[in-house]
């Protein structure tokens, strides 16, 4: 993992060879969303299972002012915490597991339901004052937020956790704990 000098006489977190093997990956991304609800399914979870992990993680998100969700032997989940303490900022890591493979029921539930929230399959998920900027490299599906990397690259990321950051009123909603209001027609 270590650091890269970019150039400029500062060191960069991260760059190395986890920002093409993030690319690479994401050429993956359909497997994994395929992937990712088959397995909360096969371990049986049915819908009250998947309305009570989204409110697990609305609470989670409402709670915190900065969190992450993880996995524990991924290096984008290791380098996202290191990029974080490196600022000195403090935030919830919620580990779901070691690897995707090894979640039980629950776990890999929050899994599915954070690809229904977000559009994002893979881990780590970083949400800030309640919006998800994506991952470590990975930004969000609507590219609002270029993931947590090229915030703090970009000079921006400070400014959101102070929340003084505006994202132009853009389409990334701030996650809250109020239930999706739908109109019904007379």
């Known amino acids: 993992l270590g650091l890269k000098d970019n150039g400029g006489g500062e060191l960069t977190r991260g760059r190395g060879i986890l920002k093409p093997a993030g690319k690479a990956m994401g ?9 990712n609800k088959l397995q909360a399914k096969l371990f049986g979870a049915e ?10 993680i ?7 002012k900065i969190v992450i969700y993880t996995y524990g032997l ?4 290791s380098e996202t915490s290191e990029v974080l303490d490196e600022i ?3 935030y919830a890591n919620v580990e779901l597991g070691l690897e995707w493979f090894l979640l039980d029921k629950e776990k890999s539930t929050i899994r599915a339901e954070l690809l229904d929230m977000t559009g994002q399959s ?3 998920h970083v949400f800030i004052n309640g919006k998800h ?3 470590l490299f990975t930004g969000t599906p609507d590219a609002l937020f270029p993931g947590l990397a090229g915030l703090k690259e970009s000079g921006e990321l400070q400014k959101m956790i102070a929340g ?17 209001k739908t109109a019904v027609a007379d």
């Open 133 to 135: 900027i994506g991952g």
């Open 27 to 35: 050429f993956l991304s359909f497997l994994f969303k395929l992937e």
């Open 164 to 180: 003084t950051y505006s994202d132009g009123g853009g389409g990334n909603p701030t996650i809250t704990n109020e239930p999706e």
């Open 122 to 124: 893979s881990l780590p």
């Open 58 to 64: 609305e609470n989670t998100i409402s709670n915190n």
């Open 47 to 56: 819908d009250l299972d998947f309305a009570a992990a989204r409110k697990e």
């Open 88 to 90: 000195g900022a403090e």
């Open 74 to 77: 991924s290096p984008f989940s």
